[in-house]
């Protein structure tokens, strides 16, 4: 089987993905996956499908016959935590590690802008009265100045984001 062939079943294999995943409880991407690792054994054991076509659409059907199977078959524990039991920890982990990092950033910006951002920040959520109380600033211009401020933090971050 040629690398061409194998590029010309990509459309195919798509398309009869995303026709049966819906049906059989699967994301089309993890039925894709799944025919294609049975495509690649089946090569490695020297065993290349006679009518490519046609087996991939009969591997689809397959692998949708087994995803439903293992859907009904497999029930969760009933300890186990529930999906709306909010982040599990490595969502925790990533946004507490996003958390530091902003933090990080807010406390390099100039002037006057570390403070307001962290008070904007704040988990006491303050109204925008008692943060211009805070800052010593009038309540009116706040606004510019936090616009100001969240574009240096925007540059600051980009910038970041574009050397890592």
């Given at each position: 089987m ?14 009869e ?30 065993r ?21 199977r ?20 490595e ?8 958390s ?17 951002v ?7 959520d ?10 010593g600033?009038s309540?009116g ?8 401020c969240l574009?240096?933090l925007?540059?600051?971050?980009a ?6």
């Amino acid at each position: 089987m040629t690398h061409d062939m194998l590029t010309d079943l990509r459309p195919l294999l798509a398309a009869e993905a995303a026709a049966e995943a819906r049906a059989c409880g699967m994301e089309p991407g993890d039925l894709e996956q799944a025919v294609w690792l049975r495509l690649l054994e089946r090569l490695q054991a020297d065993r290349p499908p006679a009518d490519p076509p046609g087996w991939l659409r009969r591997a689809v059907r397959a692998e949708a016959r087994r995803g439903r199977r293992t859907a009904r078959l497999e029930l969760p524990y009933s300890g186990e935590p529930v999906d709306d039991a909010g982040p599990g920890p490595e969502q925790q982990a990533l946004m507490a590690a996003r958390s530091r990092a902003l933090h990080a950033a807010v406390r390099r910006l100039p002037g006057r802008c570390p403070r307001l951002v962290a008070a904007l920040l704040s988990p006491q959520d303050p109204t925008y009265r008692e943060i211009a109380g805070e800052l010593g600033i009038s309540q009116g211009s706040l606004g510019p100045e936090r616009s100001k401020c969240l574009g240096c933090l925007r540059r600051l971050l980009a910038t970041e984001v574009a050397a890592h």
